[in-house]
């Protein structure tokens, strides 16, 4: 058995680590913690989120958020002197007990909060989505709220709880500088995965329970690239095995999120069919990064997940649990720019980019503790995510000011790290969507270098090469592969 030894994980290139809130986006010069004071003691029984998600949606204006929010419920009190931010700052005590109002109290039929301004997504502007049918009509997204039985999703959170402060930040390279992830995480492979087939792990690493213990992070014992997990041209630096917790749930997730597919297979893609590209088979999660978020300003930039070990038309199951965060998402639009001989891309290109996007607009997911989200086959090809950073959070009891979000991910057998193409680096290649090029070249996949993203890696050898796949994105060295599609 060969032994798959992990790395460090970083995100593409595309990062966005502004913090810019939307709140920016006032119409007069009040502070926004001051406009949250004023509606909060008009409304004192609704959460901060609720009050700042209506103030963004009304543009900062304090009477339109107040009338969208219902009937004012006390005369206003006094306006208190400290900012609302710092009441749920780590060192205050949280206060628990508040009323998390549900803003579908206040959507219309379509799920969008009622204003006719929001009925699209517009430059620099974020439309909410509060309902799970909203979400599913404007996004490749399903989610799923109150998705596991209650103690099994705190048992959850607090064994992942437990484990967060051994969590680490990614470094990476991002337009010539070295950047720090404003989040932590760690990457899990599942016990039953370690032990057979192609994702079978070097027993010399673990405990005797199959475990490496809690925050144990092996050194890199085999520098044979081939068997590790790179990441923007660094290899993962540790790989855990699931905890218990996590290998159950994943079960769970897993069947969920077949019988999403299905479901979102008939009722979005042409003629109920999959994709091309997708995977016919069942969905089975053997590894999962596991991410934390310590307060409002931790957050993670707009990015696709990288492709490599996952293949095309990827799917994601994302178990969110503790403080409910903004998961935003943007179309990626593709552009016709021509496409270099060896796909790189460049600052001017980026910002090109950023600008491009940004005239679309975006949209929010909220996610509460205990809810699943489904990216489906076209989200990583079509849209970016990020979590946004939080002006406020609303305390969660077990969790306090954190968020811990799963993401359980398939790596396919014939993805796996020794049989992907390699660079001339040496190292293996990432797998991207292509957004640029001319025709058929836009929305193709492509194997390139990418140790020019690396922390400590020059410009990288510029390795470029189209990916071929059968119409089940299965690559030529796999076992059944019927022909390119
Ligand atoms: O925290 C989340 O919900 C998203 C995390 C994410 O995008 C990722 O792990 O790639
Ligand atoms: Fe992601």
Redesign the pocket.
């Known amino acids: 058995m060969e032994p798959i030894i992990g790395k460090k994980r970083a995100f593409e290139a595309t990062l966005d680590l502004s913090s810019r809130a939307d709140a920016d986006d006032d119409n007069d010069n009040e502070p926004t913690e001051l406009k949250l004071a004023l509606l909060e003691s008009l409304h004192p029984d609704l959460s901060l989120n609720t009050l700042l998600n209506a103030l963004l949606t009304e543009n900062g204006s304090v009477a339109s958020a107040s009338a969208l929010l219902g009937p004012v419920r006390s005369m206003p009190r006094e306006v208190p002197t400290t900012p609302l931010a710092a009441q749920t700052s780590p060192s205050k005590k949280p206060t628990f007990g508040r009323y998390q109002a549900s803003i579908a109290n206040y959507v219309g039929a379509s799920g969008l909060l009622k204003s006719p301004s929001k009925s699209s997504t517009k430059k620099g502007r974020t439309l909410h989505l509060y309902t799970p049918e909203s979400i599913v009509a404007n996004t490749p997204c399903t989610l799923v709220p109150n998705f596991l039985p209650p103690d099994l999703a705190d048992d959850l959170l607090r064994e992942l709880l437990d484990e967060s402060p051994t969590f680490t930040r990614d470094k990476f390279k991002l337009f010539d500088k070295v950047v720090t992830s404003p989040h932590t995480?760690a990457f899990y492979v599942d016990a039953e995965a370690t032990r057979t087939g192609a994702y079978a792990m070097n027993f010399e690493d673990q405990t005797q329970d199959g475990s490496l213990g809690k925050g144990k992070q092996p050194e890199n014992k085999s520098n044979e690239v081939s068997h590790s997990f790179y990441y923007n041209g660094a290899a993962l630096p540790s790989v855990r095995t699931s905890t218990p917790v996590m290998a159950t749930v994943s079960r769970i997730v897993q069947d969920r999120v077949n019988a999403e597919i299905q479901s979102w297979t008939t009722d979005h893609c042409p003629g109920g069919v999959k994709l091309k590209h997708q995977s016919p088979k069942e969905w089975r999660p053997n590894t999962a990064?596991v991410?934390c978020?310590d307060g409002g300003k931790e957050s993670?930039g707009y990015?696709a997940?990288q492709l490599s070990y996952l293949g095309p038309r990827a799917i994601i199951g994302?178990l969110?649990l503790g403080v409910e965060r903004e998961?935003r998402v943007r179309r990626i639009i593709p552009k016709d720019l021509p496409t270099r001989a060896n796909g790189s891309t460049e600052k001017r290109d980026k910002a090109v980019d950023e600008e491009h996007a940004d005239a679309q607009g975006q949209m929010s997911i909220h996610?509460p503790h205990n809810s699943l989200?489904v990216m489906h086959a076209s989200m990583q090809e079509t849209f970016k995510?990020s979590?946004h950073p939080a002006l406020t959070v609303s305390p969660h009891p077990i969790a306090l000011n954190k968020r811990i979000?799963i993401?359980y991910r398939h790596y396919r057998d014939s993805f796996h790290p020794r049989h992907i193409p390699k660079c001339r680096c040496g190292i293996q290649c990432m797998l991207k969507c292509s957004m640029k090029g001319q025709g058929d070249n836009k929305g193709r996949h492509m194997w390139m270098c990418h140790t020019g993203y690396s922390e400590d890696a020059g410009k990288g050898c510029g390795f470029f090469e189209w990916a071929v796949f059968d119409e089940d994105g299965e690559p030529p060295w796999a076992a059944g592969f019927k022909g390119p599609a």
């Open positions: 995480n990064f991410n978020y993670v990015h997940d994302s969110s998961f996610l989200l995510h979590i979000n993401t």
